[in-house]
């Protein structure tokens, strides 16, 4: 692998810069040209200085930092080509590029998991990127190259034949071994205490344990960038950055995210709730200021000219609305709903009063399920469908009697000054969809918005009547936390 060239460093930023900014980073000309200053001073000897510059002069949050972090090795890679040593001692490479039958070995595999065991247990990382790289020349290659595009490099495949996960007990026994011959040359703490129930040594083993999944997930990553690079080198840096790069956790797609991706999103609830406080809050000041007061403005511009220098207004002290949350848990958008909830908890001050119903096809008030502040926020959906009776003698949502039951027994949570927020995608199994009760809730709240997962384009689409509901009430998607955000901040009352 050969250093890549800097004669087009300017190429490079640019394309740099718009990749990220088609990840939703706002990326100005003032950062870019403080990123373009940043590879003046620097230069391009030291990669990873070059690195922390770069994301000092563009990011503004730490948690855009993977994002760059990819789009950075895209633009500005390690090297270009297959690497110098895997050219000069190439690893013998197996003809079949199927996995080997079940009882047959399989030599090469076997001898990369040895070299990498003893890498992770050293933290060698050197050792795991040229580890890395003969991975994905051995096992991640597929496609004959015959056509153009048909070819190309799998980290998934690698990572598939070398099964990095199955070495952990193998490097936990190597560094248990290191630590006690390095013990044993040591003259202190060579004997427990008496009576030691061994608690300590369990602890340091889970820790241990712990320590060596983050290596072995950093060789993944290594394997996934190293397969990301050659890639890149055939379709272009500014392709594989709009394809292959993790979005920022408030771009996910709710309706796509992944236990990990939910995790992340649940960490951003509280950051995103600050935000939208200090929105709302500015947005009721200036409401309260009122309408300008025509005849008062015009007394007063009598001592002015004519001039109105100074408008006078009608002064409004606004009441914080109330808000209710009428929420889809089923499977297929229980995600969007238990983000969306998590984030009302947050904000729950923003409000004068919060009610929160839950339903699949059948609905029950879960406020106090959400009040708990010692229940943990990844078991919020498991705890509704088990504690609250949401369902009845099926599994399946149906919006129609749900809103019916709403519209029947819980119609007293919502006033003239009550903000009603539908969430679900609207798929109602092909039942009726009951547009009356809708209009029911509709004529007795101040303003109703149905915030749907699914882009507008699925919902003339199969057992969707998001099309029906839309007559009768505002629907928007929203289809990631940024996108939740925005209407939030926009729609609801002040």
Not at 378 to 401: F, K, M, P, Q, W
Not at 432 to 439: E, H, K, M, T
Request: with cysteine; aromatic share 4%.
């Amino acid at each position: 692998m050969t250093a890549p060239q800097a004669a087009d460093p300017a190429a490079r930023l640019t394309g740099l810069v718009r990749a990220l900014r088609g990840h939703g980073l706002r990326i100005g000309p003032a950062e870019t040209v403080d990123a373009a200053a940043v590879l003046d001073v620097l230069g391009f000897t030291d990669r990873e200085q070059m690195r922390a510059g770069l994301a000092a002069a563009l990011l503004r949050s730490d948690g855009q930092r993977p994002v760059f972090d990819a789009a950075f090795d895209l633009f500005f890679p390690r090297g270009v080509g297959t690497p110098e040593a895997l050219r000069t001692d190439p690893p013998p490479v197996p003809d079949d590029p199927e996995p080997p039958r079940f009882g047959r070995p399989d030599p090469l595999r076997e001898q990369l998991r040895e070299r990498l065991a003893a890498a992770l247990a050293a933290d060698d990382r050197a050792a795991q990127a040229r580890l890395a790289a003969e991975v994905v020349e051995a096992f991640g290659r597929y496609g004959t190259g015959g056509t153009p595009g048909s070819d190309g490099w799998s980290a998934h495949q690698a990572l598939g034949r070398l099964s990095p996960e199955t070495l952990l007990a193998r490097v936990l026994a190597a560094l248990r071994d290191a630590a006690l011959r390095e013990a044993a040359l040591r003259e202190a703490a060579l004997r427990e205490a008496p009576g030691a129930d061994g608690s300590a040594a369990d602890v340091s083993d889970r820790v241990l344990a712990d320590e060596i999944r983050r290596r072995i997930q950093g060789f993944r990553a290594l394997v996934t960038g190293e397969a990301r690079r050659r890639v890149a080198e055939r379709q272009g840096a500014e392709r594989i950055a709009e394809r292959a790069v993790a979005p920022t956790p408030d771009r996910i797609d709710f309706l796509y995210a992944g236990r990990d991706q939910l995790a992340e999103l649940r960490r951003t609830v509280h950051p995103l709730a600050r935000k939208l406080a200090t929105r709302l809050a500015a947005r009721r000041r200036r409401a309260a200021r009122g309408r300008i007061d025509l005849r008062r403005t015009l007394r007063r511009s009598l001592g002015t000219g004519g001039v109105p220098l100074r408008p006078a207004y009608r002064l409004r002290r606004p009441a914080r609305p109330e808000l209710v949350l009428l929420c889809d848990v089923s499977g297929s958008v229980s995600g969007f709903a238990d983000f969306t909830m998590l984030l009302v908890r947050a904000m729950s001050e923003q409000f004068s009063k919060v009610r929160v119903f839950a339903f699949v096809n059948r609905t029950a008030e879960v406020t106090e399920l959400l009040r708990d502040a010692d229940a943990d926020p990844a078991r919020l959906a498991a705890r509704i469908l088990t504690e609250a009776g949401v369902t009845g003698h099926h599994g399946n949502s149906d919006y129609g009697s749900a809103l019916g039951e709403f519209a029947d027994h819980h119609l007293d949570a919502v006033g003239p000054r009550t903000c009603v927020l539908v969430l679900g995608d609207a798929r109602t199994n092909h039942r009726d969809p009951n547009l009356a009760a809708l209009r029911r809730i509709a004529d007795r709240a101040r303003r109703v918005f149905w915030l749907n997962p699914e882009p507008p384009a699925l919902w003339p689409t199969g057992d969707s009547a998001a099309l029906g509901y839309a007559d009768v009430v505002e629907m928007h998607s929203c289809r990631n936390a940024r996108r939740l955000g925005e209407l939030i901040a926009r729609l609801l009352p002040v």
